[in-house]
């Protein structure tokens, strides 16, 4: 699932070029919180042919575009791992005749904000501008995508920041945590390779392997556009075609390997990476279901009470309020094109570590067991209804939202139809996603610190 980054700091240069347009710009994206049903998707086509979804809003002069391309980092070629997201580094770094400065001048002037990023499975973007500015934003995304400079300078700026990041992540236990269990968990296949790359990938990749990944990875094969705010199917569509239309047409989709789980372990898989810090961090994973599964919002409501409900969840109830062990404990669903995964977590004390995992294990086993109670799912229902409505507060989340809904598969009338599905599913159905998802014998566990009373299997 695509997530658009958010747009770059504006330099105190861009602040006081931009002036009253990029004030604007910040005050007048904000809308009025609305029901989710109350989303008018029109579904038109470009006049280039170009299919993309469009919510009209005129309560603001503005207009967000969410888009992705299929791919993303799954695709970074062996021992490059990293050259996605360098590229979603780069493309605001300077394109066509415009070097970074002149490109970020421009972006300034027209008061046009840009995000871009490799997820897993997509290379996605976002850009939000000034509908009296959208001929000369359009134009800058043009560049971005279509001629990207590379210049060496913001290269190596690049890389020097991206390399940092890496380094300050492998002083982080709950950063380590994250990349040993992907690589525990998916073995070979591309989904536990490091996204980010490694110091020796970033260090090795070129210009030229930033060049070769935009122009494999741009094309119109498998584009996904979401468009909301103040304009018409008249007007953007064939500002779309100027941006996209010009793309090369691609080939078939991206073909990612199948994911097979690893053997069942009577007690699971437990890695330890020593850290002499004073608090260890525990993850603990086991396969899930993908976005389609039929199964899915048994699932959510499953997830939601057992740990994705912040303070109300069960786990934050028994390790936090409860025994005073941990700041917090969560857990969530992460759904990928070829996999899904459960993932629930807990930072504690060292000395507490063993305690904190034993409780969690045991709640994850109840969930496995019993399921939900009547009460517990009704609650989960009645936040789930009503919580997607309250995210809906710019033209940017709108368009975030469409954008997923395009890339999961949904029909437009997903939203009118969500409440209904939600209301459906029934305490036997989250019991049997629970047993089906909440396998011991499945599941990983990465703890990084100095556990006391933790013994690693492997």
């Known amino acids: 699932m695509i997530r658009p980054v958010p747009p770059a700091a504006a330099t105190r ?4 070029a931009a002036g009253a347009a990029t004030v604007a710009l910040a005050g007048l994206g904000a809308l009025a919180p609305r029901a989710a049903h109350a989303v008018d998707i ?13 919510v009209e809003d005129r309560t603001a002069p503005v207009i967000s575009i969410a888009f992705s391309f299929e791919g993303g980092s799954t695709l970074d070629p062996a021992g490059k791992e990293g050259v996605s997201q360098l590229v979603a580094a780069l493309l605001d770094q300077g394109a066509g005749p415009l070097d970074a400065n002149a490109f970020k001048a421009r972006q300034d002037d027209t008061a046009v904000r840009f995000g871009f990023g490799a997820a897993v499975d ?68 591309p989904y536990g390779r490091p996204a980010s790359g490694t110091l020796e990938s970033v260090a090795a990749i070129t210009a030229e392997d930033l060049r070769a990944l935009a122009k494999s990875q741009f094309t119109r094969a498998g584009l996904t556009v979401a468009v909301v705010g103040d304009t018409t199917a008249a007007e953007i569509g064939p500002l779309l075609d100027r941006v996209f239309g010009a793309l090369p047409a691609g080939g078939a989709p991206v ?12 007690g699971g898989r437990l890695i330890v990476v020593e850290r002499d810090v004073p608090q260890s961090v525990v993850l603990l994973a086991t396969p899930a279901i993908r ?20 303070f109300a969840g069960r786990l934050m109830t028994e390790v936090r309020e409860k025994r005073g062990l941990a700041y917090g404990a969560s857990s969530r669903l992460t759904p990928y094109k070829r996999a899904g995964l459960f993932s629930a977590s807990v930072a504690t004390a060292n000395a507490r570590v063993a305690e904190s995992l034993a409780i969690v294990r045991e709640q994850i086993a109840l969930m496995a067991k019993d399921g939900v109670s009547d009460a517990e799912l009704a609650d989960a229902k009645t936040y789930l209804d009503g919580s997607l409505a309250v995210t809906l507060d710019s033209t940017g989340a709108i368009a975030n939202l469409l954008h997923g809904m395009r890339v999961d598969g949904l029909a437009p009338d997903h939203l009118t139809r969500r409440k209904a599905l939600i209301d459906a599913v029934t305490k036997d159905a989250v019991k049997r996603v629970a047993a089906r998802i909440l396998r011991e014998d499945l599941s990983v566990t990465v703890v990084v610190g100095k556990p006391q009373g933790v013994t690693a299997t492997e």
């Open 122 to 189: 997509r290379f996605g973007g976002s850009v939000r501008m000034l509908a009296e500015r959208r001929v000369e934003s359009i134009e800058l995304l043009r560049l971005a995508l279509a001629e990207p400079r590379f210049d060496a300078e913001a290269v190596e700026r690049a890389r020097r920041q991206t390399i940092v990041g890496l380094r300050r992540a492998e002083q982080s236990p709950g950063s380590v945590a994250g990349r040993v269990l992907a690589t525990a968990v998916f073995g070979a296949h």
């Open 42 to 54: 029109r579904t038109p086509a470009t006049p280039g042919g170009l299919s993309y979804w469009l």
């Open 291 to 310: 976005r389609d599964d039929p199964d899915w919002y048994a699932a959510m409501l499953m997830n939601h009470v057992l740990g994705g409900a912040g």
């Open 13 to 16: 240069r861009g602040v006081i």
């Open 255 to 266: 073909d990612i390997p199948a994911w097979t789980p690893g053997a069942p372990k009577p």
